[in-house]
């Protein structure tokens, strides 16, 4: 028996420098109270006018839909700044771009029957449109819309982007998201936004590292017309960086590098390496999802789970760093709950999943939630529209694997791998990327 122990440091203590802070309209509060209301609004007006010019240099004239709150308030001093400027400013939906000042952070819930209207009227002005702070319609809290809301070309946002803005649906209607500075001090918050420097925090080889300790992954999957998905996986592993990979399928997959054995063997090869990965092209039958649940119950392994190892899965009480990799479809069936709901409700969904189950759960998409028992939401948003191609989950869920196998927590493993990914496609053509293009992007990707 050999070890497979790497020497790597407690990242729990490890400064967040990668994490941009997340503001919910509650911490927006705590951050702005003790402050002037009107010097903070003269100073978010201002600066929604400057990127304004800045963005439209050419734009003579301005209009605003304003509302009665902070945000309306905003809106009309921007107008006076733009009317100092020389150019024709003034509320209404006229003008060769707008601003959408009719809610802030305070919106919960579907607009009023008037302010739907003013919202399909910006919506269908055809010249672009800036919002304060965020577009009216989307929760800051969320992201979710519950009725209609602003399709922004840009969003001006006081002090630190808004939960809203990164996650789904809301991050599709913010467009570019300008955070100015208004003089306040940096506050706490639940979510974060998690950037490329968490890509440093992945352990590196050592001089004195073998291929087991460099990290060693077992990948269980695969299935006859499934050997992709586990090919993928396996691939994943080594290029972000495993040492050592064994596969136990009911296929042989062209890994060149990899140990094969057996499905069957699965239980047995465990205690020769550092995580799991496990459901890659797996199936679905009684036979396969008692071979999951035993390797769960049966190992304490690190294990990253997914596709067809989230089907009907029980998952035991584990000690064991355990991260659950599902998309809408795959969580939805997990709750109980239409994908539709997913959709509309993805912070809801992945922080129900991690409290249910015990463990992170990353909700796959354009924008990755990574959530822990507990604990505030990660939202990792790099990944450029190549990523929506068949195999890329499975990518996913090898770099993970790899990273849970190098000895990092399944939080960070979990936020890392999905960068790493992320990264590596924007490395990548912007049409026709395939999973093994993002496979031999993943080195440069980390570095």
């Known amino acids: 028996m050999w070890s497979t122990a790497a020497s ?42 400057e990127e304004a010019l800045r963005r439209y240099p050419d734009a003579r004239s301005f209009g605003a839909a304003c509302g009665g709150g902070a945000n309306g308030g905003d809106g009309r001093i921007a107008l006076e700044v733009l009317r100092a400027a020389g150019r024709e400013a003034r509320e209404g939906t006229e003008g060769e771009v707008l601003i959408d000042a009719l809610f802030g952070t305070g919106f919960h819930g579907e607009p009023r029957p008037e302010a739907a209207r003013l919202i399909g009227e910006l919506n269908g002005a055809g010249v672009p449109v800036v919002a304060v702070d965020l ?21 001006v946002t006081m002090h630190g982007r808004k939960v809203g803005l990164e996650v789904a649906p809301g991050r599709f209607h913010a467009g570019e998201v300008v955070v100015v500075d208004i003089g306040l001090e940096p506050g706490e918050t639940a979510a974060a936004l998690v950037d490329r420097d968490v890509l ?15 990290g060693a992954l077992l990948v269980v999957g695969g299935s006859p017309g499934m050997a992709g998905s586990v090919t993928l996986t396996a691939s994943a592993a080594f290029r972000a960086d495993a040492g050592y990979v064994t596969v136990c399928s ?104 991690a409290e249910r189950f015990g463990c992170v759960c990353l909700l796959k998409g354009a924008d990755a939630l990574i959530a822990a028992p507990g604990e505030g939401v990660l939202v990792a948003a790099l990944g450029p529209p190549s990523l929506a191609t068949a195999g890329t989950g499975d990518v996913l869920t090898g770099v993970i694997g790899a990273f849970l196998a190098k000895g990092m927590d399944a939080r960070t493993a979990a936020a890392a791998g999905a960068v790493a990914c992320d990264v590596a496609a924007r490395l990548g053509p912007a049409r026709g990327l395939i999973a093994s293009d993002l496979v031999g992007l993943l080195p440069a990707a980390l570095e």
């Open 135 to 155: 577009p009216s319609g989307v929760d800051a809290d969320t992201g979710e819309v519950a009725g209609v809301a602003v399709k922004a070309d840009a969003t």
């Open 200 to 214: 440093g925090l992945v352990p590196r080889k050592r001089e004195t590292d073998n291929k087991y300790t460099a």
């Open 8 to 49: 790597v440091p407690d990242f729990s203590l490890v400064p967040t420098r990668f994490l941009e802070p997340l503001y919910t309209a509650e911490e927006m509060k705590a951050a702005e109270a003790g402050h002037d209301v009107a010097t903070l609004m003269e100073r978010a007006g201002r600066a929604v006018a």
């Open 250 to 353: 009911e296929v042989e997959p062209p890994v060149l590098e990899a140990v094969k054995r057996p499905l069957h063997e699965a239980l047995e090869a465990a205690p020769r390496h550092g995580a799991l990965a496990v459901g890659p092209g797996l199936g679905r039958s009684d036979e396969k999802r008692t071979l999951v649940r035993r390797l769960l119950e049966e190992t304490e392994l690190p294990a990253v789970v997914d596709a067809d190892a989230l089907f009907e899965l029980e998952l035991p009480a584990r000690a064991a760093p355990t991260v659950l990799t599902p998309h809408e479809g795959e969580l939805g069936r997990l709750l109980d709950r239409e994908s539709s709901w997913l959709a509309a409700h993805r912070l809801a969904a992945v922080t129900e999943a």
